[in-house]
């Protein structure tokens, strides 16, 4: 299959930032910084001298991304969006970029000691001339959850906790990062905010910001997860050791904290190990809304799927199946989410099974992203989720295979496409919402019949995605389903027309087309 192409030179941040590991910790996700940048740009469509600019900006992000600096990437990133808002890039503002808070962990026992490092991830422009200090504080999040529309950590509300001052910070924090130990005993257990603001005696340089999840004895508490787990069924014990590899993870840098709900977690590992004690396995024909896990050999780590399942399921007679595939930056939980139309209902209305795979990683590309140059592990392992995902269902319900349906929206719609072309004898029928995919693998995808959402005023994944696409599949007669929203935006369409796709799904079986869609 050919790599997504996705037009304008500008959207050369959706693919060469794409398949950048996840940063350690306080770093925003490139792949939601890129992607706000090529919509910014998009919605300015900067002419004459501030084209320029961009153009010879965009020449050295390719090329400092061709040489692994990656701190240098974000410097440009940083400066192509504040020119974009209108404003000269400074050295000021140059200096502020490069800061970054990192922590020996993120998810916090506060019965110990935190230990931070003040860094800077490139070389700023700005002339230093006295010694440097640091204020440090701890805030309250403004807003719950994970990673907003730019990829940048949440807002933070009021001060909570003083944390203390620092002087005599390295006025090079990429040769000697400055360490801080830092007291968060007393500090209830939550999410917050850890913020340092770094002076030039009385001038503030910036303001560098991590989140952190507090717990009083935490590592006991995993301690005596890890212990339990071990006696359980090998079936459960990934249920029960995620949260704990999870932290382990996000600590070491491997993937961000995202929208993890410590305390969500523990109390399901909690209600786990209390049936499992009791000698009953709480997963064995459950319905309704829940979370499953599984070793993922290929990637070496325990993955998440969330699952619905019909109340009026039973294993006498097999039900149909749909996968879907979430958006960029999101996860294995938003396809459940209200602003998908209630897939759940729908669910329950039409006796399906949804599952939702995370697809390695919230910005994974369920295969259908490649950059020349660079190690294709990360998406080719994005895929090989979604497929380990659809095999642990079929193991633990008994599901028809002629009604496997394959469903996402925008990067999952993406993925809807790229899938497909690769196992097109599985999928009964597809659904992709605010996608794009690569015409010339519509031959490959075979007479799978389509239903297609797209809006017509999306300017993050542009419509023409979809029509050509579609104008693909009509060439070839493949029965396909075109929605095209007028004055819909990338967001609006998907839940407004769920409805639609499961009525187009229930219409379906493997080698059996519904009459009267054809080249709607």
């Known amino acids: ?24 910790q306080s770093l925003p996700n490139l792949a939601l910084t890129r992607l706000n940048y090529t919509v910014t740009k998009r919605r300015v469509n900067p002419q004459g001298e501030l084209k320029a600019k961009l153009d010879a900006l965009e020449a050295d992000v390719a090329a400092a991304t061709q040489l692994g600096k990656m701190g240098e990437v974000r410097r440009l990133a940083a400066k192509g969006l ?30 110990k000691p935190l230990g931070l490092r003040l860094e800077q991830i490139y070389s700023p422009s700005l002339k230093l001339n006295h010694s440097l200090s640091a204020h440090v504080w701890l805030a309250k999040p403004a807003a719950a959850g994970g990673l907003n529309s730019i990829g940048l950590p949440p807002q933070a509300a009021e001060s909570t906790k003083e944390l203390g001052k620092f002087e005599d910070v390295s006025r090079d924090l990429r040769e000697s990062p400055f360490p801080m130990d830092v007291d968060l005993s007393g500090v209830a257990d939550g999410p917050y905010i850890v913020q340092v603001e770094l002076f030039e005696q009385t001038q503030s340089l910036g303001v560098a910001t991590m989140r952190v999840v507090v717990r ?26 995620y949260p704990v590899e999870y932290i382990h993870s996000v600590d ?14 523990l109390v399901s590992v909690d209600q786990l190990l209390v049936a499992a004690k009791a000698g009953k396995d709480p997963f064995a024909g459950r319905t309704g809304d829940f979370k499953r896990h599984y070793v993922f050999k290929a990637g070496g780590e325990i993955m998440p799927y969330h699952l619905y399942v019909p109340t009026q399921y039973d294993s006498s007679r097999a039900f149909p199946l749909v996968v879907a595939l979430h958006g960029l930056g999101a996860s294995e939980d938003s396809m459940f989410s209200p602003v998908y139309g209630g897939v759940a209902k729908l669910a329950e209305q039409h006796g399906f099974i949804v599952v939702a795979p995370l697809g390695y990683r919230v910005d994974g590309g369920y295969g259908a992203f490649r950059v020349p140059g660079q190690s294709s592990r990360r998406t080719d392992l994005s895929e090989q989720d979604v497929m380990e995902v659809l095999q642990q269902v ?34 009964a029928a597809l659904g992709p919402i605010s996608g794009v995919g690569d015409p010339t693998t519509v031959e490959k995808m075979g007479s799978v019949p389509e239903i297609v959402v797209h809006g017509d005023a999306d300017d993050v994944v542009p419509v023409t995605g979809s ?30 027309n769920m409805a639609a796709i499961f009525d187009f799904f229930d219409a379906h079986k493997k080698g059996q087309a519904a009459a009267g869609t054809h080249g709607n």
């Open 394 to 427: 079929k193991q633990q319900y008994k599901i028809d295979d002629s009604r496997i349906y394959l469903m996402g929206h925008s990067m999952g719609g993406i993925g809807t496409w790229a899938i497909a072309a690769k196992h097109p004898g599985l999928w």
């Open 82 to 111: 504040t020119l974009l808002a209108g404003k000269e890039w400074t050295d000021a503002l140059d200096f502020n970029s490069s800061l970054v808070l990192r922590a020996d962990h993120i998810f916090v026992d506060s019965s």
């Open 1 to 24: 299959m050919k790599p997504v192409r996705f037009g304008p030179a500008a959207i050369f941040f959706f693919l060469a930032l794409s398949s950048i590991p996840a940063q350690p």
């Open 467 to 496: 029509r050509a696409m579609v104008e693909a599949m009509k060439k070839l007669g493949t029965e396909v389903k075109y929605i095209e929203v007028p004055a819909g935006n990338h967001g609006s369409v998907a839940g407004p």
């Open 216 to 241: 009083k004895d935490l590592n006991a508490t995993l301690a005596q997860i890890e212990a339990a787990a071990a006696k359980l069924p090998e079936t459960m014990r990934p249920d029960a050791l």
């Open 252 to 265: 070491r840098g491997r993937v961000e904290i995202g929208a993890f709900d410590l305390t969500k977690e």
